[in-house]
């Protein structure tokens, strides 16, 4: 049985589509941003985000893999919840194929400045190319391509909140309130890809 974890006021759930390679269907990222100092449109605000991914996180894809669009859901104080999407153009990624085995993943964890597990998240970053396994320690990428993708991740965030999108971790009906993740690290370890992210 799934978990019921509400979006609230002022929040935006983004979730990432990428297509290509050897993926049946999509491959897809999510996170949860809090936008209560929002100064424009959510629409717009939806696509700085896109722009911050394509610009960032994207690189670390093969070029066999497409960033195809963002899509959303916003929930409005007011009008209460809307669905939104961005379009994406030349979101090819940056990185030389062949493409490692899809069932492999990079792990960027979620850290928040609270301790225990309910106050970490993380994503599986799968689609990155198999020249980066390191040579000398299996299930382990490669101190460069490790360095590469925390560069770009930290600049992902940093964008997110220049246009007030604050990345946060979301909790199940009767946890905490959202908590605001203060840095990702992208973590060596090797991991399997699973559908359940958070």
């Known amino acids: 049985m799934s978990t019921l974890v509400p979006l609230p006021a002022h929040h935006m759930r983004v979730s990432f589509h990428h297509s290509g390679g050897d993926v049946t269907g999509e491959m897809i ?5 809090e936008c209560g100092s929002i100064e424009e449109a959510p629409g717009s605000i939806l696509s700085d985000i896109a722009d911050a991914w394509k610009a960032q996180l994207n690189h670390l894809h093969c070029t066999n893999i497409t960033f195809t669009h963002a899509s959303a ?3 409005d104080p007011i009008l209460g919840m809307e669905a939104l999407d961005s379009v994406v153009t030349g979101g090819t990624g940056a990185q030389s194929t062949p493409m490692a085995p899809l069932n492999l993943a990079c792990i960027i964890q979620k850290h928040t400045a609270f301790a225990g597990r309910k106050f970490r998240g993380r994503m599986f970053f799968g689609g990155f190319p198999a020249s980066v396994f390191s040579t000398t320690h299996p299930n382990r990428l490669a101190d460069t391509f490790v360095d590469a993708a925390q560069g770009f991740a930290n600049a992902f965030q940093a ?3 220049t246009v007030h999108a604050n990345p946060v971790l ?3 009906v009767g946890g905490p309130t959202p908590t605001l993740v203060t840095a ?3 973590v060596p370890l090797l991991a399997n890809m ?3 992210i958070r």
């Not at 990222?29 to 941003?33: I, V, W």
Request: charged residues 15%.
């Open 29 to 33: 990222n999510t996170q949860y941003f």
């Open 73 to 75: 859901m916003w929930n």
């Open 159 to 161: 964008a997110c909140i």
């Open 170 to 172: 979301v909790h199940p």
């Open 184 to 186: 990702y690290q992208v």
């Open 194 to 196: 699973r559908k359940r």
